[in-house]
T-cell receptor, first 112, second 115 residues
Framework: DAKTTQPPSMDCAEGRAANLPCNHS???????VYWYRQIHSQGPQYIIH???NNETNEMASLIITEDRKSSTLILPHATLRDTAVYYC?????????????FGSGTRLSIRP | EAGVAQSPRYKIIEKRQSVAFWCNPI?????LYWYQQILGQGPKLLIQ????????DSQLPKDRFSAERLKGVDSTLKIQPAKLEDSAVYLC?????????????FGEGSWLTVV
């Protein structure tokens, strides 16, 4: 079973910051938080990942709470092309198969 | 850098027929995954390879699904005989290794419709 909880849907105005929350209260110390998104009819696209510290790349920022029980993905200036299903994933520890288990994700709609 | 390549992109078959999907992972990636994604759901892991060995196939319906990764590079996923409920997108993914710090990259998927 997926170890994360996300709202099923959200919307955001174009040009504004989109903040997507994720709860992962049972995360272990050596498990990473990964974010992927899936645009219709395409394969999942890697966005960002982190362990403890906040991370930023050209696509997004990832804010992880100090207790690591939740995180927020921030798309700083959302565009219509950011409309997609966003998956927050906790990566199973390296001692096992280290697979990615997807939940249902958040369907993000960007309105003009 | 080339991404994960999959073929065919689309396939329509009748129930009880067989189908095979091919995947070429990113060069140098030792770990290869096959996922099944039914419309409206998140992807579900079917099988994971480390080089040419199976690491996890607990979710693979072994009575009809099979997968192999000869020589630790390309992989083939086969369904025989297909059922209506096998209609889904079959996603191949790869990563450098099994560590959770290694990013997993996905292909565009192979869309299967069973009629």
């Amino acid at each position: 079973d997926a170890k994360t909880t996300q709202p099923p849907s959200m919307d955001c105005a174009e040009g504004r910051a989109a903040n997507l929350p994720c709860n992962h209260s049972t995360i272990s110390g050596n498990e990473y938080v990964y974010w992927y998104r899936q645009i219709h009819s395409q394969g999942p696209q890697y966005i960002i990942h982190g362990l403890k510290n906040n991370e930023t790349n050209e696509m997004a920022s990832l804010i992880i709470t100090e207790d690591r029980k939740s995180s927020t993905l921030i798309l700083p200036h959302a565009t219509l092309r950011d409309t997609a299903v966003y998956y927050c994933i906790v990566r199973v520890a390296p001692s096992s198969a280290s697979k990615i288990i997807f939940g249902s994700g958040t369907r993000l709609s960007i309105r003009p | 850098e080339a991404g994960v390549a999959q073929s065919p992109r689309y396939k329509i078959i009748e129930k009880r027929q067989s189908v095979a999907f091919w995947c070429n992972p990113i060069s140098g990636h030792a770990t290869l995954y096959w996922y099944q994604q039914i419309l409206g759901q998140g992807p579900k892991l079917l099988i994971q390879f480390q080089n040419n060995g199976v690491v996890d196939d607990s979710q693979l319906p072994k009575d009809r699904f099979s997968a192999e990764r000869l020589k630790g590079v390309d992989s083939t996923l086969k369904i025989q005989p297909a059922k209506l409920e096998d209609s889904a997108v079959y996603l191949c993914a790869s990563s450098l290794g099994r560590s959770s710090g290694n990013t997993i990259y996905f292909g565009e998927g192979s869309w299967l419709t069973v009629v």
